[in-house]
């Protein structure tokens, strides 16, 4: 009895210091048109959100990080109205005449939310190991559940010569309480991805 009580609060404690662990941006899914090729250039930055200064934030920081790549980029705020709904036909007239090579896109695709059991932290770190073992499931009886949101991210990468999608990305959110971080973990996550695939 005393070993299977013992399991369950390791496991608890596992379940949670993996849940830690994940906190962050992580990819889950990609497709891809193999037949485009070549390296992307010139490329039109949109982060979709109804928020101006979290697109703008998202769009220029993009653009930073790629410029220090040596890829050029453009925020959509510098040619897309912040007011203005981004629809396909309103960002092909924005770039005419840019020259823009490549668009990409990153959306909001789903919010869900999660639960994870968490132990009391009324710990005394002097017991002997039975003695806590003893105490640690008790705590179990005191434990509570705390919710957390799941963002799931999309981004998508179109060429605007054949209006094509060459390159849709998946990710989630793990940890939305820092949203600015979310931000600078998505443009990592999508850049080195893109780096890994040849495409800049």
Known sequence: ?????????ILLTFTAVVIAACAGT?????????????????ILIIGVTSL??????FDDKFVETLAELGVSATPSCR??????YLSREIVEKAIEGWGMGDVLVTHL?????????????????????????????????????????VLSLETKLYDTESGELVRSMQSE???????????????????????KRGLI
Request: hydrophobic residues 35%.
């Open 1 to 9: 009895m005393r070993k299977n009580l013992l399991l369950r609060a």
């Open 26 to 42: 992580r990819p889950i899914g990609e497709r891809r048109n193999d037949g485009f090729s070549g390296k992307l250039d010139n």
């Open 52 to 57: 101006s200064t979290r697109r703008r934030a």
């Open 79 to 84: 040619l897309i109205d912040s007011s203005m």
């Open 109 to 149: 695709a789903a919010i869900k939310e999660q639960q994870v059991y968490r132990q009391s932290e009324d710990r005394d770190e002097n017991l002997s190991y039975f003695t806590y073992s003893d105490k640690a499931f008790m705590q179990e009886a005191h434990g509570y559940y705390t919710g957390f949101a």
């Open 173 to 195: 959110a793990i940890d939305a309480s820092q949203p600015r971080s979310i931000v600078d973990e998505q443009i990592d996550l999508t850049i080195r991805t893109l780096a």
